[in-house]
């Protein structure tokens, strides 16, 4: 089992290190492999539910906490693919089991051994993508040597969108204070305690009713949209011949019959006190019963939506595959920092439904799988996606100001060659303000760091090249070729040009190129907040001052770095590598 990760060709700490980690990995594919049941499996995921659920109920989880369930979480991924590649098939469809200590502490093991090994793979892609330095100690022990200040990036972007999905939270949980719905939760808490019953004297059965289906949907729907990436594609673009809408609404279904199992394990505890919770929160499910559901289950929520398309029992097969892990998949787990899918397909027949995937990143799992499965759809789609951006600013802008005047796709040509093109052009006529957007719609990359460096990389060369050719338009033409080719109506005052550029998940990495006072960036989440925060001040709503606000937000009067982290050392079987930072007085010399 290799590791797709980059690393260098020639002999050096790095490779070493890659190939050390790989080394000890392959050590635990005999237990893998000799594992017929898929006990290893079942009992993993059973673990990071267990440890999740606890550490959802805890207000104020500790750093050592918030460590074990990242090494879990990535361990419990790895484990996932390694377990399914190992062999092709389990004996047995699914498996249910109480949890033992015996039996938990050799998994944990393995788990959290495939944690570290992760994490230091993380370690290493830092380190080829030009941050610190590793060196090798010993036969089997690396040193990993990290700069004494780490700038966090995504600072701003991070907490901007944070603070607005908190916000949206705290609304929909202020709603949930009312009367209202306290009743409403007060009957669907009587509904979970009269369905919920025992399943073979210590797991977990229940009956349906339409009064949960449709509560616990509500929340799974709310939640869902403020995930990131959740309009990557208009909703009427089609993979596989099934439309995104529908790839959405069985996801949000599916989330929400996990949300529903957690209260109904809830109110099973609470009715019959000798069932543990840590037993039945992870279960299994038919896999033609659940393509069924699927089916039900969108059909019935999305007749709500305009221009709704009901599925049949084909199309709900290709999103179950689209939406689960399975052999032929696996692939989608290989890199470090992978989302965790929601279903894992233990065999044809069953499904093991994973319910820390429902709270990790389904929209990326989602958005992943489509592009794997469907290369070249994702491929074609990805076209369209700049429109739906234009219209979003222009929605966005019409809010804020007011007659304004849109150009989209405008083509800048010198000496008769197009030179580059202007996703929109906003004018502002009172004020002479001509605003030139790119638009940028990349991917979201989440916690895999390789992806995120080869798309900043080539974000910035895409930008760099626009602005580069923006420069030389305007430097060798004169003002009535500019007003031509802008479109300037004749009445129109002497213009001040600005170029912005919108990037739609980040903008981070364009502070170093985007310095010139005509020149702003912001993502998506910026440019609103940008937006709104020009509502709020006491000045003339024009776009200088919007394009001075997104200046101000790049260019903060403090550098936001990572807090300093402690000196670490990880073990894995024999093999040692240790964490510093460059100013830890604990840095052996050498």
Known sequence: MTQKTPHPKESTPL???????????????PHLASDRLGVILRCAVNELDWFFYNLSKTKAP??????????????????????LDARVSFDVPTISFRRTSSLTTFVLEIASALGMIEHGRRVAQTVALGTGRIERVDENEFRILLPAQLVDEECLERSTLEHYQSESRRLFS???????????????????????????????GYGADPLLDDYFFGIAYQEIQLQDGVDTFHYAIRFGDVCFQNYILALTFLMSLHFRHRRFAEALVDKEPGIKIEDILTITSETDGLVESIKDGVNHFGSVFNEFEKIDLAAART???????????????????????????????GVIRCLTG????????????????????????????????????????????????????TKICLEGKIMTDIDLVVLEERTGCVMLCQLKHQEIYGHNLHSKHIRSERLKKQVSV?????????SAVDKKAIRDSLRLPKTFPEPSIYRLIISKHFSHPLRDICQPEDTAFSSWIEFFNG????????????????????????????????????TTKWTVNELIFTTHQENDDLIPKK
Not at 185 to 192: G, P, Q, V
Not at 466 to 474: A, F, H, P, T
Not at 531 to 555: F, G, M, P, W, Y
């Open 15 to 29: 490779r070493e290190f890659y190939d050390a980690l790989t080394s000890q990995e392959r050590r635990f594919i």
């Open 62 to 83: 500790t750093y050592e906490q918030q460590e074990q369930f990242y090494l879990l979480h990535h361990g419990v991924a790895r484990l996932i693919q390694l377990s």
């Open 174 to 204: 202020t709603m949930m204070d009312s009367k209202r719905w306290k009743t409403l939760d007060a009957d669907i808490s009587a509904k979970l305690q009269e369905l919920v019953h025992p399943f073979a004297n210590h797991f977990i």
């Open 319 to 349: 999103i179950f595959e689209v939406l689960s892990c399975s052999r032929r998949n696996t692939s989608l787990l290989s890199a470090p920092g992978s989302p965790l899918p929601l279903l894992i397909q233990s065999s044809d027949q």
């Open 358 to 409: 429902a709270y990790s990143e389904p929209i990326r799992m989602l958005l992943e799988s489509l592009r794997h499965h469907f290369p070249k759809d994702y491929a074609k789609n990805q076209q369209s996606r700049e429109q739906a951006m234009q219209r979003a600013v222009k929605r966005v802008l019409n809010d804020t100001f007011d007659a304004l005047i849109y150009w989209e796709n």
């Open 466 to 474: 626009w602005l580069g050719s923006l420069d030389k338009w305007v």
């Open 531 to 566: 937006n709104a925060l020009l509502k709020t001040r006491k000045c003339d709503r024009k776009l200088v001052n919007l394009i001075q606000i997104l200046k101000e937000a790049q260019s903060p009067p403090q550098t936001p770095t990572h807090l300093p982290e402690p």
